[in-house]
């Protein structure tokens, strides 16, 4: 079965510094891989998505994200980090066919 | 930009008083779920269909029930509400096929159970 697993559960950066967030991912296959954002209070947005092709894959508000097949991993970066960046960072994985498998969050702190 | 829509944003309820939680979308999706998150934690899968009159238990066992009898949208129903049941309640919807499951989320609805 897919799992999903994101090490980091709070990371802190000054605002300006550059971000990693880490996403390992168990699946069988190639999989699909996902990055969403979620700021207090709110629904999950979508910030990226890889599903085949070129292995660095570009999302919104300057976020970008690395697929490494041979690491199982799909670790989103950005290079400058700006205050309003601060929210829970979801990966996530899927198959196609049934519902993806989320991990249980990053959660970004942004320091001036 | 996806228009998935729920309703009541927030909501506070007596225990024991029945509860529905609206969810539409306009994209023609086929698949939508719900989700339910505490605040801070992950996402745990409830409820998903994968079209009309198509309705399955997800990961986390829940005592509410869904129905899915058009296709935009997906009401969520608690018969009992009780304190245990407050939560932040996510709909959502994905693409038909071939882009690999692209889910898009509704804003979500608060409820709280006193």
């Known amino acids: 079965a897919q799992s999903v697993t994101q090490p980091d559960i709070h990371i802190t950066v000054s605002e300006g510094a550059s971000l990693e967030l880490r996403c390992n991912y168990s699946?069988?296959?190639?999989?699909?891989l996902f990055w969403y954002v979620q700021s207090p209070g709110q629904g999950l947005q979508l910030l990226l998505k890889y599903f085949s092709g070129d292995t660095l894959v570009q999302g919104i508000k300057g976020f970008e994200a690395e697929f490494k097949r041979s690491q199982s991993s799909f670790n989103l970066r950005k290079p400058s980090v700006h205050w309003s960046d601060a929210a829970e960072y979801f990966c996530a994985v899927g198959p196609g066919n049934t519902p993806l498998v989320f991990g249980k969050g990053t959660r970004l702190s942004v320091i001036a | 930009e996806a228009d998935i829509y729920q309703t009541p944003r927030y909501l506070v309820i007596g225990t024991g008083k029945k509860i529905t939680l609206e969810c539409s979308q306009t994209m023609g999706h086929d698949k939508m779920y719900w989700y339910q998150q505490d605040p801070g934690m992950e996402l745990h899968l409830i409820h998903y269909?994968?079209?009309?009159?198509?309705?399955e238990k997800g990961d986390l066992s829940s005592e509410s029930t869904v129905s899915r009898i058009r296709t935009e949208h997906f009401p969520l129903t608690l018969e009992s509400a009780r304190p245990s049941h407050t939560s932040q309640y996510l709909c959502?919807?994905?693409?038909?096929?071939?882009?690999?499951?692209?889910?898009?989320f509704g804003e979500g609805s608060w409820l709280t159970v006193v």
């Open positions: 959502a919807s994905s693409d038909p096929g071939g882009t690999g499951n692209t889910i898009y």
């Open positions: 269909s994968y079209g009309v009159n198509s309705t």
């Open positions: 699946y069988g296959a190639t999989p699909y």
